[in-house]
């Protein structure tokens, strides 16, 4: 099913370009595990593809189901919810992201965390910033320093900018700590690459 927007209003059309849902939504989504989330009248629910509300419009912001958990928001804080409207992570967070390799970033009294798909927390509220997880790892802000950390919040590696020496990795170095590769390694390093 695809989405459409007319003067405003979303609508949905099947495969063959019939109208199946109605313009009469402010905001929708495609449809995610046969649920799509919509607004309407100043509230987001969720519908499914013959246009039946399954979730009453009653959250001041809603998000896709990623990982069988939808972000919404209620009285400005965040929480998620599944897919039969049970409030599995109440809201509780000033702020959230949607969950990545089984964790989401929230926010909780001016500092960032980990929280799993039950809530319980996994990574300590102590970063004044959280990034996806991706392939295991997930990038933090502490202060000015942005780095890597794994799921058991254990340094990975700094983050690199453009311009700075490559990074080793943080296995084998003394405490785990990533060492920058010297100009002479760099060099022999790029020397090496150009006579294969």
């Given at each position: 099913?695809?989405?459409?927007?007319?003067?405003?209003?979303h609508h949905f059309i099947n495969?063959?370009?019939?109208?199946?849902?109605?313009?009469?939504?402010?905001?929708?989504?495609?449809f995610n595990g046969g649920l799509a989330?919509?607004?309407?009248?100043?509230?987001?629910?969720?519908?499914?593809?013959?246009?039946?509300?399954?979730?009453?419009?009653?959250?001041?912001?809603?998000?896709?189901?990623?990982?069988?958990?939808?972000?919404?928001?209620?009285?400005?804080?965040?929480?998620f919810i599944n897919s039969n409207d049970s409030a599995?992570?109440?809201?509780?967070?000033?702020?959230?992201?949607?969950?990545s390799e089984g964790l989401a970033a929230v926010r909780q009294n001016g500092k960032w965390g980990y929280i799993d798909l039950s809530g319980k927390t996994i990574?300590?509220?102590?970063y004044d910033m959280c990034f996806f997880f991706?392939?295991?790892?997930?990038?933090v802000r502490k202060g000015t320093e942005e780095f890597y950390i794994d799921k058991k919040n254990k340094f990975v590696k700094e983050e690199v900018s453009k311009g700075e020496p490559e990074l080793e990795s943080a296995k084998g170095t003394p405490g785990?700590?990533?060492?920058?590769?010297d100009r002479?390694?760099?060099?022999?390093?790029?020397?090496?690459?150009?006579?294969?």
């Open positions: 099913m695809c989405k459409f927007g007319v003067r405003n209003k495969t063959k370009g019939v109208l199946a849902i109605p313009c009469e939504y402010d905001d929708a989504s495609l989330k919509v607004m309407k009248y100043g509230k987001y629910g969720y519908i499914d593809t013959k246009g039946h509300t399954e979730i009453a419009f009653k959250y001041d912001f809603a998000d896709d189901f990623i990982q069988g958990r939808a972000r919404i928001q209620v009285a400005g804080k965040f929480g599995v992570i109440p809201c509780i967070y000033e702020m959230a992201n949607n969950f990574i300590p509220f102590e991706v392939n295991g790892v997930g990038k785990g700590q990533p060492k920058k590769k002479q390694e760099q060099e022999r390093e790029r020397k090496s690459k150009g006579d294969q």
